[in-house]
């Protein structure tokens, strides 16, 4: 038997049956708040029970709080398909041929406008029919590594993408476009700026803050833009490719060891951090911002270091952080720690005894700042001088997330600390600098005169 109202429970389904209404129709619904008309869609079996959900013809969805319902009438009815129509990837000799890894969810989709699905699309035939423009770009070519939420992507991840890329290269692709969830992107961006040196060619990580069932959707532009970049640019180095604005007017490429998320639904969420973005990516071309990077190269030559310890950890330091936190992790075996640590690279005095355990153990501790831009300054003061003569290191302006990246991938190599130690302070990617530019620290407060007016001027 067919399930007419899909993942509806409780009181929510009680109101379905009461006005014989299903899941996928369309349907007028008439509240203490008003009319709504759409398209009933599903719900997760994870979801409330007193809500239902429409797709309104804007786009949107709202839901419905069933306790505020007066009265529904279904309208009209269409299951959902959910086979994207697929036109034949177009291949133009003379064009960059383009490889595109998927690690989980959806790069691209189309949404049935008139059922309300969001259907994934993922090979040449199913992105072309999504996103037509690709073919005016390059010669597109596609696996699917991995079907994995952003969250669950790790070390093993890390390490077969950095495999795949490196064989790619070596077959003479012109560019890489890794589609992958937005929350760890930057952790992934990190490992395989470290994992992949040298490269000839630009490797791209590309996601989306909203999906594709939304009006306004990044994620189509965000494709175009990291195959443009992937076919086109001259800059050979690991990018993560996001909006720039919030607006569509262009997008942004950030060094893959100096980009953080930090917004959690923003389309501009991804922000270099110490430093100024590498270029910006447009429909047109790129166009650099900094001069210094690594240039387009003819040959296939990269260097593959797929290497990590699992058994590291980042500690964000807060006031009253217990010594157990640490002696937990020397008691499970933990072969590196990152702190976070406030101000100039502190934390607090009852931490130094789990401190010089780890001295003792040979278990590496790398300070880092949780201000995010900044040095970490451990002279300045006695309880820096303190720390890192129970052991610490400083590391530099490295991000917090990145050090951590960076000490797996070291530790992954070598057990003898000198050479860790060597490795963690030898910039590779960008991920230490020897100075920010006064441009790299940019937080402007809404209020203040001068910031509405810059905002007026320029965009909201």
Not at 224 to 234: L, M, P
Not at 271 to 298: S, W
Not at 316 to 327: A, K, R
Not at 368 to 375: A, D, R
Request: net charge positive.
């Amino acid at each position: 038997m067919i399930d007419i109202f899909k993942g509806y429970r409780g009181k929510a389904l009680e109101i379905l049956k009461k006005y014989n209404v299903r899941v996928w129709s369309d349907a007028e619904i008439k509240t203490t708040r008003g009319s709504f008309n759409g398209i009933i869609l599903p719900r997760s079996e994870n979801d409330d029970d007193w809500h239902i959900v429409l797709k309104l013809a804007t786009g949107y969805n709202v839901g419905i709080d069933v306790n505020t319902i007066t009265d529904m009438k279904e309208i009209g009815y269409k299951e959902a398909h959910y086979k994207i129509p697929e036109k034949k990837f177009p291949y133009t000799k003379g064009k960059p041929s383009v490889k595109l890894f998927g690690t989980g969810g959806t790069i691209a989709s189309r949404l049935d406008y008139r059922t309300g699905a969001v259907i994934p699309a993922f090979s040449p035939g199913e992105l072309y029919g999504a996103v037509p423009e690709l073919a005016n770009i390059c010669n597109l070519q596609t696996e699917k590594l991995f079907a994995v939420f952003s969250e669950n992507m790790g070390p093993d991840q890390y390490k077969k993408l950095a495999v795949a890329i490196g064989k790619e290269i070596e077959k003479g692709i012109d560019g890489i476009v890794i589609g992958h969830g937005t929350d760890t992107l930057h952790h992934t961006a990190a490992a395989l700026s470290f994992m992949i040196q040298n490269s000839p060619v630009p490797i791209v990580l590309v996601g989306s803050q909203r999906s594709s069932d939304r009006p306004s959707s990044d994620a189509a532009l965000n494709l175009i833009h990291a195959t443009t970049t992937a076919a086109t640019s001259d800059i050979a180095e690991v990018l993560v490719c996001m909006f720039g604005p919030t607006s569509d007017e262009y997008g942004l490429l950030h060094r893959g060891t100096r980009v953080r998320k930090m917004h959690s639904s923003y389309r501009s969420t991804f922000r270099t951090i110490g430093d100024v973005p590498l270029a910006t990516v447009t429909r047109d071309g790129v166009q650099p911002i900094k001069p210094e990077y690594n240039h387009r190269r003819k040959d296939k030559k990269v260097k593959i270091l797929p290497y990590f310890e699992e058994k590291i950890a980042l500690l964000y330091y807060y006031p009253n952080m217990q010594p157990d936190m640490i002696y937990s992790l020397i008691d499970n075996d933990y072969k590196g720690i990152v702190i976070a640590g406030t101000g100039l690279g502190h934390v607090n005095k009852p931490l130094y005894p789990a401190i010089r355990k780890c001295k003792e153990k040979g278990i590496p501790v790398y300070m880092t700042v949780q201000t995010l831009w900044g040095y970490v300054h451990m002279f300045v003061y006695d309880t820096g001088r303190d720390l890192m003569s129970d052991g610490i290191i400083p590391a530099e302006n490295m991000l917090p997330e990145v050090a951590y990246v960076k000490l797996g991938w070291a530790l992954g190599q070598t057990g003898d600390s000198e050479k860790v130690k060597e490795l963690m302070l030898t910039p590779i990617a960008g991920d230490i600098t020897k100075r920010e530019p006064y441009n790299g620290y940019l937080v402007y407060q809404g209020g203040i005169p001068e910031v509405e007016e810059f905002i007026k001027k320029v965009h909201k």
